[in-house]
């Protein structure tokens, strides 16, 4: 079985990928946008006045807005219900756009800092945040919708408490919605998404709600190189469950990542590839890897292998999976017959004007085991 690092130490690789997720943000749209919004003047003091906000939310926000970046972190983690009370409010209570885009700015880039998404989920649980952010997706402003969704998922991403269904499923059908329709706003989504993923509880919920279908369609197109690693990101995340990775043979999840595979040259994207078929192998029941293995092998997986197999890697777990891959993929190739690739190819949904669709001696060994499986591969 994989060697791999417990799910803590995942969470670490992703806080890491954050920086290279910066490096992007000149292509981010809500990011161009941050930059402006923070350049506008702003007080809490209206607020205070219209009784929007208690005093105490008042006297913390007018602090927080004059502080620098050590002094915000020393402001929240001595005034952490002040901090909650003063957002949940003015999110609640606030419907104009400039200010509620404002705060929200404000919000993002408070629980970019992890301690602070710590400190506030152990003094709230998050709930008294979360549910205001949740009534921001009914709203018109799509930065404003973004900036919640980002927060939402940091904030569930640490609590314990076990949140209710129906918010779940809210916020994972807006946020499906957004990988199938908003372009502008990807980064945005996806980011969001490689924190909401890494809690187990919350991957089957997004499969549930066919969340892989919009995945696997973008990853199909030709998009930049962030979202593309963004992505399959998340399908590394959820490829650490087993019933996660049985629902996914249901789509050419493999076809596709070995499509990527190909074209890419950027190390950090063959890493999470290769990272994420080590998973499809290893976790489901093995018929189910053995599928795999064949969509792995027909699209193409094994000549990258032998070419990166024999190369030096620094990075060592990268380095592993290269082996393990190669000795594993080579393996199932000697054991796979023409049936075997076809059948794969079916189930890919991806069909290629190979040399068996055209070959009589084919057809005429293989034509009875149309019938296996209640005709699976017929249908």
Same mark, same amino acid.
């Given at each position: 079985?994989?060697?791999?690092?417990?799910?803590?130490?995942?969470?670490?690789?992703?806080?890491?990928?954050?920086?290279?997720?910066?490096? $992007?943000?000149?292509?981010?749209?809500?990011?161009?946008?941050?930059?402006?919004?923070?350049?506008?003047?702003?007080?809490?003091?209206?607020?205070?006045?219209?009784?929007?906000?208690?005093?105490?939310?008042?006297?913390?926000?007018?602090?927080?807005?004059?502080?620098?970046?050590?002094?915000?972190?020393?402001?929240?983690?001595?005034?952490?219900?002040?901090?909650?009370?003063?957002?949940?409010?003015?999110?609640?209570?606030?419907?104009?756009?400039?200010?509620?885009?404002?705060?929200?700015?404000?919000?993002? +880039?408070?629980?970019?800092?992890?301690?602070?998404?710590?400190?506030?989920?152990?003094?709230?649980?998050?709930?008294?945040?979360?549910?205001?952010?949740?009534?921001?997706?009914?709203? #018109?402003?799509?930065?404003?919708?973004?900036?919640?969704?980002?927060?939402? $998922?940091?904030?569930?991403?640490?609590?314990?408490?076990?949140?209710?269904? +129906?918010?779940?499923?809210?916020?994972?059908?807006?946020?499906?919605?957004?990988?199938?329709?908003?372009? %502008?706003?990807?980064?945005?989504?996806?980011?969001?998404?490689?924190?909401?993923?890494?809690?187990?509880?919350?991957?089957?919920?997004?499969?549930?709600?066919?969340?892989?279908?919009?995945?696997? +369609?973008?990853?199909?197109?030709?998009?930049?190189?962030?979202?593309?690693?963004?992505?399959?990101?998340?399908?590394?995340?959820?490829?650490?469950?087993?019933?996660?990775?049985?629902?996914?043979?249901?789509?050419?999840?493999?076809?596709?990542?070995?499509?990527?595979?190909?074209?890419? =040259?950027?190390?950090?994207?063959?890493?999470?590839?290769?990272?994420?078929?080590? =998973?499809?192998?290893?976790?489901?029941?093995?018929?189910?890897?053995?599928?795999?293995? $064949?969509?792995?092998?027909?699209?193409?997986?094994?000549?990258?292998?032998?070419?990166?197999?024999?190369?030096?890697?620094? %990075?060592?777990?990268?380095?592993? %999976?290269?082996?393990?891959?190669?000795?594993?993929? #080579?393996?199932?190739?000697?054991?796979?017959?023409?049936? +075997?690739?076809?059948?794969?190819?079916?189930?890919?949904?991806?069909?290629?004007?190979?040399?068996?669709?055209?070959?009589?001696?084919?057809?005429?060994?293989?034509?009875?085991?149309?019938?296996? =499986?209640?005709?699976?591969?017929?249908?």
């Amino acid at each position: 079985m994989a060697n791999y690092k417990p799910l803590t130490a995942v969470i670490e690789t992703v806080q890491q990928s954050q920086a290279e997720t910066n490096a $992007a943000a000149s292509y981010n749209k809500i990011h161009i946008e941050a930059e402006e919004i923070r350049q506008r003047p702003f007080s809490f003091k209206e607020f205070y006045r219209n009784k929007q906000i208690s005093e105490n939310a008042y006297s913390f926000g007018e602090k927080y807005l004059q502080s620098t970046r050590d002094e915000k972190r020393y402001y929240v983690k001595k005034y952490p219900y002040h901090c909650v009370e003063l957002f949940a409010s003015m999110v609640e209570k606030v419907h104009s756009v400039e200010p509620l885009q404002y705060v929200l700015t404000l919000l993002a +880039d408070l629980t970019d800092d992890e301690k602070n998404v710590t400190l506030i989920v152990k003094t709230t649980d998050g709930d008294q945040l979360y549910r205001p952010l949740l009534s921001v997706f009914h709203k #018109n402003d799509k930065y404003s919708k973004h900036q919640a969704s980002l927060v939402i $998922a940091r904030l569930w991403s640490h609590t314990s408490e076990r949140i209710p269904a +129906d918010n779940v499923n809210q916020y994972l059908g807006w946020t499906v919605a957004q990988l199938s329709r908003n372009p %502008d706003y990807l980064l945005c989504v996806t980011k969001a998404l490689m924190t909401f993923l890494r809690k187990e509880s919350y991957r089957m919920a997004f499969i549930s709600a066919n969340g892989i279908k919009p995945i696997v +369609d973008l990853l199909d197109r030709r998009i930049t190189f962030q979202l593309q690693y963004q992505l399959v990101f998340c399908v590394w995340m959820l490829s650490f469950q087993s019933d996660v990775v049985e629902k996914m043979k249901e789509y050419p999840m493999a076809a596709v990542l070995c499509d990527v595979l190909r074209a890419t =040259n950027r190390e950090k994207v063959q890493r999470v590839i290769f990272a994420t078929f080590r =998973n499809l192998l290893e976790k489901p029941r093995q018929s189910v890897a053995e599928q795999f293995a $064949a969509e792995m092998i027909h699209f193409k997986a094994v000549p990258v292998l032998n070419i990166l197999v024999q190369q030096t890697k620094d %990075d060592v777990e990268l380095q592993e %999976d290269i082996v393990f891959l190669h000795e594993r993929l #080579n393996a199932s190739l000697q054991d796979l017959s023409s049936w +075997d690739e076809y059948a794969a190819e079916v189930k890919s949904g991806r069909l290629e004007w190979s040399p068996v669709h055209r070959s009589d001696k084919f057809w005429r060994e293989n034509v009875m085991k149309l019938n296996e =499986n209640n005709h699976e591969i017929l249908k």
